[in-house]
């Protein structure tokens, strides 16, 4: 069992940036691939960005390339979304996710998620 908790949420003005963080319980998060996805008022969920377990290897929606990084800090439990150059359409609630081996662009995939951050961009 796998407990997700996101952090860092907030409002921000265009261009700004933005940090999530989002802290996993357990002793075997390394086991786990991590994804972000968010989800704005009326739309689907969309993948954000996803890391292996071992950080080695990384993804990201094309909305968000070049913008935004995925990180983590394995003796942390913690994985990061650093958000840059933020516009309104970022705007959106922010969830992470764990699932074991691989990351994955699909939300179904994944067996446990956080509350969720939301995030604001004014413009």
């Known amino acids: 069992q796998v407990q997700l908790v996101e952090s860092g949420g907030g409002l921000v003005q265009a261009g700004g940036s933005l940090r999530l963080s989002c802290a996993a319980s357990?002793?075997?998060?390394?086991?786990?691939?991590m994804g972000w996805f968010r989800q704005a008022p009326g739309k689907e969920r969309e993948f954000v960005a996803g890391?292996?377990?071992?950080?080695?290897?990384?993804a990201y929606g094309d909305p968000v390339k070049g913008r935004f990084t995925i990180s983590r800090d394995n003796a942390k439990n913690t994985v990061y979304l650093q958000m840059n150059s933020l516009k309104p359409e970022d705007t959106a609630v922010y969830y992470c996710?764990?699932?074991?081996?691989?990351?994955?662009?699909?939300?179904?995939?994944?067996?446990?998620w956080g509350q969720g951050t939301r995030v604001t961009v004014s413009s």
């Open positions: 996710a764990a699932r074991q081996r691989y990351y994955s662009r699909y939300s179904h995939t994944y067996d446990y």
């Open positions: 357990g002793r075997t998060f390394g086991n786990y691939a």
């Open positions: 890391i292996m377990g071992s950080g080695s290897s990384s």
